[in-house]
């Protein structure tokens, strides 16, 4: 479990969605880029964030070795019964995608989307959690929805036991 | 598959009953009778002019193995067997000497002690309610062979219902405590204890309508198998209770045999396991064919809870199936994981763009 202090809240990822990115991550030179959305849940009693689930790429998703693009619709529609099977405690939260460098950095183009994201998405959290999953390294930025500011919050290795 | 270890373990903590060594109260209540009975042969035998005979107590029952649990209706029960050394050959009639503790004590609880087929029994009360019993089983020994021998019968038993008949209460302490080692033997002891848990909290609590606790714990020397998981979040091997209790249930169960009741014409289950010590007898024998099947179809209810409990995701639904209906109020149902966490609205989100710049 990762646990970062964003202003007055904790943010927690949940191991097994940072082995998920692990497994996905392009170690061979003809592995694609994948992503998808991170899902989570607020605690009752702290406000604090947990990270709990993400979507995988789908097919009708966008893949190759430099871009990935995740379709709106099909994404959405697993957020919506993701949403129902956790008794509605489950919202979006964000975005992970993999790059196929040792140490991830984001790309003009990222940071563009996820501007996007903090702007156009529809969701009980006032900021988002960003992952990108480099070979070696990954990180975690989060964007605030009111201010755009993105900040680096988190960068580790993977647990190299799994 | 839930882990539901911490909550069987807490549920072990609260039902364990603590041993002599740690319990004060219980051991002085015991060290009070002993040395009472002591005074009191020495006493008898003087005025009936008789050499007085050494006595030796054995401690017996969930005490001495370690094996106890607090009782539902708070009557603690106290074994204790009375060794003297005398013979059997001269002491024919097999009550003479259950009345002589009898007499004893007397005058040391409000209720009159009892002489029951296999004991004496002693009540203490607290505000009218029985406190705990101390079963003064009584041996004595014999000529011929190195046995002890248990004296049966109540006082007014027909002449052919009071005789002494061989026992090996230390051989039975041994076996016991002899049949598993270290992490196993620990598992095993929560096990037996969660099974008599089971038992309290659904066997009505008079006569022989439940199974009795010995029977139970020697089937489990034979039928229990320690059981671990693997916890991949910690990479370690750990102790898996629920696995442990559900695979020894399945045992039991098939110890049964169907066998017709001519009288009733009915199947019923039936079950047979002699005691691994003299004097080698069904510990089962008290059951009716009845009694028996209900036995059985409540092992099976059993099962089911506990294959439904392992399948569950969630601590907390899986916990809900066995509490309260199986172990009682003292298993604890851990909250629900979606009760951790806040309702919220439907979120959504737009389409996502990610691209590495094509360093070439």
Not at chain 2, 88 to 100: A, G, H, N, Q, V
Not at chain 2, 194 to 204: G, Q, S, T
Not at chain 2, 300 to 327: I, M, Q, R, W
Request: with cysteine; charged share 30%.
């Amino acid at each position: 479990m990762i646990k970062v202090k964003y202003r007055n809240n904790e943010i927690l990822v949940e191991e097994h969605v940072i082995e998920v990115i692990q497994r996905l991550r392009q170690e061979d030179p003809t592995d694609y880029e994948s992503g998808g959305m991170l899902i989570g849940s607020v605690l009752t009693n702290s406000n604090d964030v947990v990270i709990r689930d993400y979507t995988l790429p789908l097919m009708s998703d966008y893949k190759s070795r430099h871009r990935f693009i995740r379709k709106k619709q099909s994404h959405n529609a697993i957020l919506q019964q993701k949403w129902e099977d956790s008794n509605k405690t489950v919202m979006y939260l964000g975005e992970w995608h993999t790059h196929p460098e040792m140490d991830p950095h984001y790309s003009p183009q990222d940071i563009k989307n996820w501007r996007k994201l903090l702007d156009k998405s529809n969701t009980f959290s006032d900021y988002l959690v960003f992952i990108i999953g480099g070979i070696e390294i990954y990180k975690v930025w989060i964007g605030c929805r009111r201010t755009k500011d993105i900040v680096l919050v988190y960068k580790g290795a993977y647990n190299e036991n799994i | 598959m839930a882990d539901i270890q911490k909550q069987f373990e807490e549920f072990h903590d609260e039902i364990k009953l603590k041993r002599f060594k740690e319990n004060k109260e219980l051991r002085e209540k015991r060290d009070i009778i002993t040395n009472k009975i002591k005074k009191g042969v020495k006493t008898k035998f003087e005025e009936m002019e008789k050499d007085v005979p050494s006595l030796e107590f054995i401690d017996q029952g969930s005490y001495a193995v370690d094996l106890g649990i607090i009782p539902e209706d708070k009557d603690y029960d106290i074994d204790e067997g009375v060794v003297f050394d005398l013979y059997k050959e001269d002491y024919t009639d097999s009550l003479e000497l259950k009345k002589i503790i009898r007499d004893i004590l007397k005058s040391h609880t409000t209720t009159i002690p009892k002489i029951k087929n296999p004991c004496v029994t002693i009540t203490y009360s607290l505000d009218d309610e029985p406190a705990y019993h101390v079963d003064l089983p009584v041996y004595v020994k014999s000529k011929y062979d190195d046995h002890l021998y248990l004296a049966w019968g109540k006082e007014f038993s027909n002449k052919e219902n009071k005789y002494w008949d061989p026992a090996d209460p230390e051989g039975l302490n041994n076996y016991i405590k002899n049949s598993f080692a270290d992490d196993a033997k620990k598992q095993f002891k929560r096990v037996v204890r969660y099974m008599k848990k089971w038992k309290d909290v659904c066997f009505e609590s008079s006569g022989s309508s439940r199974p009795p606790s010995v029977g139970i714990t020697i089937l489990a020397t034979e039928l229990f198998s320690y059981k671990q998981s693997y916890d991949s979040l910690s990479s370690k091997y750990k102790d898996d209770d629920l696995n442990a209790l559900k695979d020894f249930v399945s045992n039991l169960k098939r110890k049964f045999f169907l066998k017709w009741d001519h009288e009733l014409e009915k199947n019923f289950y039936i079950i047979e396991y002699d005691l691994p010590v003299q004097p080698y007898t069904n510990v089962f024998s008290k059951m009716t064919n009845t009694q028996m099947d209900t036995f059985y179809q409540k092992l099976n209810e059993f099962e089911n809870a506990l294959t439904e409990a392992g399948g569950k995701s969630d601590p907390h639904e899986a916990c809900k199936v066995l509490s309260p209906k199986y172990f009682g109020e003292a298993f604890p149902i851990p909250e629900s994981k979606e009760a951790r966490y806040k309702k919220v609205a439907l979120s959504s989100a737009p389409s996502s763009s990610s691209a590495k710049e094509n360093l070439l």
